[in-house]
């Protein structure tokens, strides 16, 4: 975790990542939270009106048969004292019509034990039924003090072997078998037995669920399964697990388990709904589960978008580190790039400039180690012993008077002053002396080409006491001789000016003789501007080079010199030396 992408990795992890997380974790157990209590609440309201409407349901289909006892003709069929057979048909017909989703009814008289079916609107002939009431739901209603008994779904029976009932049919029906007996004596006058289909029960039940995975129940007092979503299950006992929580009043895995009584006739019988928690938290997981990817994708986001950034920052920075480790492996010659305008764009810039700088001293230092050295070794070849010269040229300057030579004593005290000037060397001179070699230089090619030499030098007194690199302008009225009066430009006419300019020690050389075309101007300048670093450079006018390459090892690159041909008028060279800014060896 040393480098920066990796604790910027880190930091994502700690501060974006891990509070998200943990955001998405706490709203999601308070939204479960929230909404299991409002799924209970709006459940509980549900069961309870489904409840009610099951309530009636069943007390509309309990009080039905009761209706037949406002029918005194029919009470006296069924004390056997009248027989009419027409009327007890049109009696029935219109019993079983009296709701729709009564399948068969069937009436049992036991003044005759005689019983006969209606099915379909149709009524079968009447059949004796000697062991009607051995039957076990119809023992148990006979042996009772109940007026009627409710027998669970099962698939519909054809009671007394009628032809009117299809042996196809096989529709679950609940069954409801109510005692018809004598009002005034309670004396027991037969059964009617109801054969009702589920539609009702399932419309009521199916309402309330909302999803296919729920579940409804409807169980009797047996724990018999009236009435269940799950078809198979209608008319079975109720499973062992189902039992246990009924009894535990809650569901497993977090499934919601709602149980309501029904009160009487039907105590006992209870109606049960089963919310899944996937159901239940389906919309609060989905909500989870996309803020996880969510999350993810955000952090994929984070991951890229700070592999980018740390790319884009430390990239950058590990580049000039890798220059850093170069440098301080020897090599000074590093390209740094200084055109970013951001931070690591700034120290680009500042390394570069510094390097520039150092690089500069190593240079300045290096030239001017071996410039001493190749001076030292000129010195030691030209000056076998200057004592020696300078008395022998003395001895020749006495003869030249006793010669009565005035002019080779002048020509002779010339050379002398230039021989002891030129023993200065990469010496530091005031102007003036500078001046000095340069006259006694004019003076001999005066005396060497009869006086023909045009010539005028105008320095300011100012600076004459002004400290210069030795041999900075001999070199340039050197070169007037050299290329332009020796080449044929008798009549050219020299010129040296002198002075300070603002903040800079200003010469101008400059002749009207031979001049430069302007590629071959443009060829020199790019000689003399070449450093010596970067390759070979033309052996011609390296006089100017080396002025050039001198001023600049001992002022900088502010100074320098600069030619020009005056349009093609001759040869003009400038030397501009720093007042304030001598670089001291």
């Known amino acids: 975790m040393n480098s920066i992408q990796s604790r910027l990795l880190l930091m994502l992890l700690i501060f974006i990542l891990f509070p998200y997380f943990l955001s998405v974790l706490l709203i999601y157990g308070y939204t479960k939270n929230s909404v299991e209590k409002h799924e209970l609440a709006n459940s509980q309201e549900q069961i309870e009106e489904s409840l009610e409407e099951l309530q009636q349901y069943f007390n509309e289909m309990l009080d039905l048969p009761y209706l037949l006892y406002r029918d005194a003709d029919l009470f006296r069929i069924f004390k056997n004292e009248v027989e009419d057979s027409s009327y007890l048909e049109k009696s029935i017909q219109n019993f079983y019509l009296m709701r729709k989703e009564i399948r068969q009814v069937r009436f049992y008289i036991d003044r005759g034990k005689e019983s006969f079916t209606v099915y379909n609107a149709m009524v079968s002939v009447r059949k004796s039924k000697p062991a009607f009431l051995k039957q076990p739901y119809i023992k148990q209603l006979y042996q009772s003090n109940v007026k009627h008994i409710i027998e669970p779904p099962h698939p519909i029976k054809n009671y007394n072997n009628a032809a009117i009932v299809p042996k196809t049919d096989q529709t679950k029906v609940i ?169 690591v764009g700034y120290l680009e810039k500042h390394m570069k400039d510094m390097m520039d700088r150092i690089n500069l001293h190593i240079d300045r230092e290096y030239k001017l180690e071996i410039e001493n050295k190749e001076n030292q070794f000129k010195a030691l070849k030209s000056q076998v012993n200057p004592h020696f010269l300078f008395n022998a040229l003395q001895s020749i300057g006495a003869v030249a008077l006793r010669s009565n030579a005035p002019n080779v004593y002048q020509l002779v005290t010339s050379l002398s002053r230039m021989m002891r000037y030129s023993m200065k060397a990469n010496e530091w001179v005031q102007v003036k002396e500078e001046m000095n070699y340069i006259e006694s230089y004019l003076s001999l090619q005066m005396e060497r080409f009869r006086n023909n030499i045009y010539y005028s030098v105008q320095i300011s007194t100012e600076v004459f006491e002004m400290k210069i690199p030795s041999m900075i302008l001999q070199p340039l009225v050197e070169n007037f001789f050299k290329h332009s009066y020796e080449e044929g430009f008798t009549d050219a006419h020299l010129t040296i000016f002198g002075g300070r300019k603002d903040e800079f020690l200003h010469f101008i050389v400059e002749d009207n003789g031979a001049s430069l075309a302007d590629n071959e101007l443009q060829a020199l300048r790019k000689n003399i501007y070449t450093s010596p670093q970067k390759g070979e450079y033309a052996k011609e006018h390296i006089g100017l080079k080396n002025i050039h390459d001198r001023l600049v090892l001992n002022y900088g690159e502010k100074a320098g010199i600069k030619v020009d041909t005056n349009q093609g008028q001759g040869f003009a060279v400038e030397i501009f030396i720093p007042v304030k800014n001598k670089i001291t060896e």
Do not use: C
């Open 175 to 343: 069954t409801f078998h109510h005692k018809i007996t004598d009002v005034f004596t309670g004396e027991f006058l037969g059964v009617i037995s109801m054969d009702v289909e589920l539609n009702k029960f399932a419309q009521i039940a199916d309402d309330l669920i909302k999803e296919k995975e729920e579940s409804v129940y409807l169980l009797n007092e047996n724990d018999q399964v009236i009435y269940s979503s799950n078809t198979k299950l209608i008319g079975h006992y109720a499973s062992t697990e189902l039992k246990k929580q009924l009894q535990q009043k809650e569901g497993v895995n977090d499934d919601i388990l709602l149980s309501k009584t029904l009160s009487a006739p039907l105590s006992e019988w209870k109606l049960v709904e089963i919310t899944p928690s996937e159901v239940l938290f389906h919309e609060v997981r989905q909500t989870a589960y996309t803020s996880i990817v969510v999350g993810l994708g955000v952090g994929a986001l984070g991951l890229m978008m700070i592999s980018v950034i740390t790319y884009k920052i430390t990239h950058p920075i590990k580049r000039l580190t890798r220059k850093v480790r170069t440098i301080d492996g020897g090599h000074t010659e590093i390209p740094f790039d200084d055109k970013r305008h951001d931070e």
